[in-house]
């Protein structure tokens, strides 16, 4: 199957400082990637829909200037949380889809970051 | 009302028997829909997809669609203790053409040995 790998697996930065998480598509083309946020015991949610080589589409309440996404190639994309707080500690999921029409549906999922803010 | 509903749980079922895992949306033109299992601390796996309304089945598991009834199942059979995750329930809405997916708050599950 598809994989997508995602760096750092986890991170611990002091507060005001900036983390950059990368998302690659190992063996295939992600026109689109996807970043979403999970807090403990919550589901994920959307913070944005990255799209290659054009600027990311942020969700309703997400801050654009404060998280990052640059989507270079059909196969990384990174998130920076730029002057981080403890409040922005979380679990950082990327995923990515296919481009080849016929695998367009399937979202594959790295394998998460965990950022601590202390 | 949220897009994508689950009930939170926990579900507890024993080992060996059926699990069945419910999930609700509201956009009524959705188009596909989603199973993930995700471990704690582990990012979701995919479990099952399905399309069109019926059953589709996959080894032990079972989606089931109801379009009509803006309503998606997950059955389990033979639940192992290792089966014991938290489901998230997932869903494309028809008004988005990236194919984003909106993720219920999922239901956790507890197979007893």
């Known amino acids: 199957g598809a994989v997508v790998s995602q760096h750092p697996s986890w991170v611990i930065c002091k507060s005001g400082t900036s983390v950059k998480i990368e998302c690659r598509s190992l063996d295939f083309q992600a026109t689109t990637m996807f970043w979403y946020r999970q807090f403990p015991k919550q589901s994920l949610m959307l913070m944005a829909t990255s799209n290659e080589g054009s600027k990311a589409t942020y969700e309703q309440g997400v801050e654009k200037d404060k998280f990052l996404i640059n989507h270079a190639s059909l196969t990384l994309s990174t998130l920076t949380v730029t002057s981080a707080h403890p409040e922005d500690s979380s679990f950082y999921i990327c995923?990515?889809?296919?481009?080849?029409?016929?695998?367009?549906?399937?979202?594959?999922f790295g394998q998460g970051t965990r950022l601590t803010v202390v | 009302q949220k897009e994508v509903e689950q009930n939170s749980g926990p579900l507890s079922v024993p080992e060996g028997a059926i699990a069945s895992l419910n999930c609700t949306y509201s956009?009524?033109?959705?188009?596909?829909f989603f199973w993930y299992r995700q471990y704690s601390g582990k990012s979701p796996e995919l479990i099952m997809f399905i399309y069109s309304n019926g059953d589709k089945e996959d080894g032990r598991f079972t989606a089931q669609l109801n379009k009509a009834s803006q309503y998606v199942s997950l059955l389990i059979r033979d639940s192992q203790p290792s089966d014991s995750a938290t489901y998230l329930c997932?869903?494309?809405?028809?008004?988005?053409?990236?194919?984003?997916?909106?993720f219920g708050s999922g239901t956790r599950l507890l197979v007893r040995p």
């Open positions: 956009d009524r033109g959705s188009q596909s």
């Open positions: 997932a869903v494309n809405p028809a008004w988005d053409s990236s194919y984003k997916l909106i």
């Open positions: 995923s990515a889809r296919d481009r080849q029409v016929f695998r367009n549906t399937e979202a594959f």
